[in-house]
């Protein structure tokens, strides 16, 4: 395709999203196709010969559109948010019209240095300590195996440039709570530590956020036994209840041990930008390394997600190479990314942060970031207040943890046991159908999840378009859904 | 950004790639910045109101154009050619305009089967066994990684669901070549192996490909020592010189072992759209993962390396996470490409090849792909004629590697030792200075690199626009200043 082809049709392309995002509000939310409908849709064979644009775009009308869940429309409730914004949309095809390679400095140096200044303008942002340095990642899956990697190397004193973990001769144990990511306990088993090394220390049964003195215990009874405690995954913000870890209060335990403290902040770091809200990572100081998702909440565009270390020199001692093919005059002086994970080359991802904080500005996404926390506290105060609906978890972030137990499921409060439920299979039964009638109904989408053996509901508000008025609505759809089949 | 403000901007952005697109050619091919130039262009701090659309276009065009290696230029023959089709670019803001969020087969079932249906065009038209099945990674890298990882599990008896590597008795060792990328080697370091259990297998001294008998005697002393060989990585192309490991002879020998063979074809996979260049996997059928990388030769932006497996089975095994908030109905019946790698959260990275292919065609790219082999070709036979000039290994692919050996450094070829090198560190003087002037010109980009200790510089042929009237140029310019220092 020649650059004059290419402008035609991108100035297709451009309109078609810009007409796409303003419809989106009257799409079914949740992708209503079936197991292979979209690939069935699908020419089955590469084409020899080119096809025109708008053969293209057809099918993407046609077939991709209606096989997408619609993460931004207002109605959007699953998950996490997952906001695209379009100046952040603008940063990425800046990106790829300039193509710039990323493996080393020099074969880019703006790649490398945008970088740099986009990460340091958002580690002031969220009031990280000063002298920490970030990196774009692209998830908090990678960026936690990473950490776990350091850790493990930290711990055995680089044992990977000798034996590996099969040459040493304690084992090495990890911490993190019941209800962090799942992405932890897969790091932790890809790292080499082992299931029956990984520890799951028990959590506040009312917040649902790990207890110090049951990490002190776990790590005391590891440490008794000739086990090596190496990593403490800390979650602010769980993804079940977005419960916070209370950080300040297990750095010092993890202290005692040498061991790496990594902050999973994938969905509140995007708070972070709030003032009021930085008291969730006191204690960072002791930390070694936090991960956020700007993908997220935030909302420039996947996959954008940044790990913030106290000293790179932990990460580059395990992480560099250093071949002859990708050495140049500058080595020495400048950053190499390229030591600070796993893939070697790497897209131009600071561009996309860049353009979204300079298009839309940082004052315009604190006040959004403060509209869904205001518009979480008002659903947590409805359902507080309706009868029959209990909030399971406090509402800590802009997620609202629901369960509607209608009184022939329950006794009354408390009268049966602690949480009052006298027959918890009906009482699935009950939540998965209710749910499963909002999100068939195209109208809205919210995911069951769940807690303490039972099945709840998140409603996960942070949609770029969600006012207040769209979570009136849903809470009103959730309400009947429920409430009639009772 | 309101999605008319996006379409604004949007079509000012078209316009400013398309041009930027067809002035590459006259741009210095070396990025000329100096280290930190780039960030003292840059404001040091995040705006809180938006600035206006020209104004980051500005910032751009001022500071990001001239810190980048135009790795798009017809002169550019830098480590391997890095294209990004025009029509790849467009697949990728599609992606970025419908931002869907793929982390199951729900949250975008589209973003799953179209990723099925083109890596299944393009298994069929690379010729790998009907079965085999491919995912889109970011990079080689984590390709290697996940293939190593499943390696171990296998080699273990899935030993990560108990003590992990912690907890082996024997030593797992992993075997590839001297000549196989950095990647390999952080690879098996993060996989846990440890440098110990790392064997690097000899080469031929000509072809610089592995010597099936020198992994036959390594794997077997390791066996004898009662070492459990867990992998073999089998380089089709090297980076050093692309030299093609003898897979159909190296299978058998991992066979005898139950070892993974994983073949990391990052660059040679594109030639492998040519029927008469697939006796370079003859073997494939008994090897377990080929990566190759899109985002190279064949142009499809970056990031986009596919990595095929011939059972699913054993990523998924090692790789799979079943979180209740992750749960849907489909689970059973679709593809769950969370479990084929790292990441939980990906890109809809598919329609970049998607439109790749599509819009360029087949027939095209593989008339480019032949066009870059008979430049290479011709270049070789230039450069095997000329007085002082010496091919440093064969031209097995695309890339040519050179030296030129001036009388007065080398003595009459053969009489001084095995490359009648008489005064090496004088040679390698000679050859960096040379190539530091063709690179500083900005008229063109090589890449120096060590092969049995000594500079040679590679020339490798490849960029989309590259023509043979370029490479004739680039031998001229390269000859000239060669030769002016002598």
């Known amino acids: 395709m020649t650059p004059e082809e290419f402008r035609t049709a991108g100035h297709v392309l451009i309109d078609w999203i810009a007409d796409h995002r303003s419809r989106i509000p009257e799409l079914p939310v949740a992708s209503q196709v079936k197991p292979g409908e979209v690939a069935a849709g699908l020419s089955a064979a590469a084409p020899e010969r080119p096809e025109p644009f708008e053969a293209v775009l057809s099918d993407l009308e046609r077939v991709v559109v209606p096989g997408v869940t619609q993460t931004q429309s207002p109605n959007f409730y699953g998950w996490f948010p997952s906001n695209a914004a379009l100046a952040s949309v603008l940063g990425d095809l800046a990106s790829s019209g300039i193509a710039a390679l990323g493996i080393t400095w020099a074969s880019a140096p703006a790649l490398t240095e945008v970088e740099e200044v986009v990460t340091e303008w958002l580690r002031e942002l969220t009031g990280l300590p000063a002298g920490w340095r970030g990196a ?15 850790a493990r190397e930290r711990a055995s004193g680089i044992s990977q440039n000798r034996g590996g973990l099969q040459g040493e001769p304690a084992a090495l144990t990890v911490y993190t709570s019941p209800q962090a990511h799942s992405s932890v306990r897969k790091a932790a088993l890809l790292a080499g530590f082992g299931a029956d090394n990984l520890r799951q220390v028990a959590v506040d049964p009312v917040t649902y956020a790990m207890r110090p003195e049951a990490l002190a215990e776990a790590m005391g009874a590891d440490a008794a036994a000739g086990r090596r405690p190496a990593a403490v995954v800390v979650a602010v913000g769980t993804t079940g209840t977005t419960a916070i870890d209370p950080l300040a209060q297990l750095v010092p335990i993890a202290a005692q041990y040498g061991a790496w ?8 770091g995007s708070a972070l930008l709030l003032p009021e809200r930085r ?26 997600s940044l790990l913030y270390v106290r000293d790179p020199g932990e990460l ?19 950053t190499q990314y390229k030591d600070w994970g796993i893939p070697l080359g790497r897209r131009f991802r600071a561009l996309k942060l860049w353009f979204h904080l300079r298009l839309d500005g940082v004052e315009a996404i604190r006040a959004r970031l403060r509209r869904d926390l205001a518009n979480a506290a008002w659903l947590g105060e409805q359902v507080a207040a309706a009868p029959g609906w209990r909030l399971v978890a406090p509402v800590s972030l802009q997620t609202v943890c629901v369960r509607h137990e209608p009184a022939d499921l329950v006794g009354p409060d408390g009268s049966n046991g602690d949480d009052g439920v006298e027959d918890g299979e009906a009482l699935d039964r009950h939540t998965l159908a209710w749910v499963a009638a909002v999100n068939d109904s195209g109208r809205a989408f919210v995911t069951p999840s769940l807690l303490d053996g039972r099945w709840m509901v998140r409603i996960s ?5 969600t006012e207040r008025r769209h979570v009136a609505a849903l809470w009103a759809l959730v309400r009947a859904e429920a409430e009639r089949r009772t």
């Open 261 to 268: 403290v990594h902050v999973d902040a994938a969905m509140a």
């Open 316 to 334: 580059i001692s395990v992480m560099s190479t250093n071949p002859s093919y990708l050495r140049s005059a500058a080595d020495g002086e400048v």
């Open 461 to 465: 508000i942070g949609a770029e378009s």
């Open 279 to 304: 008291w969730m990572i006191d204690g960072l100081d002791g930390a070694d390394s936090l991960s956020w998702n700007p993908h997220k909440w935030l909302g420039t565009i996947l996959d954008c």
């Open 136 to 150: 774009i990642q692209d998830t908090a899956s990678s960026a936690c195996l990473v950490a776990l990697l350091a």
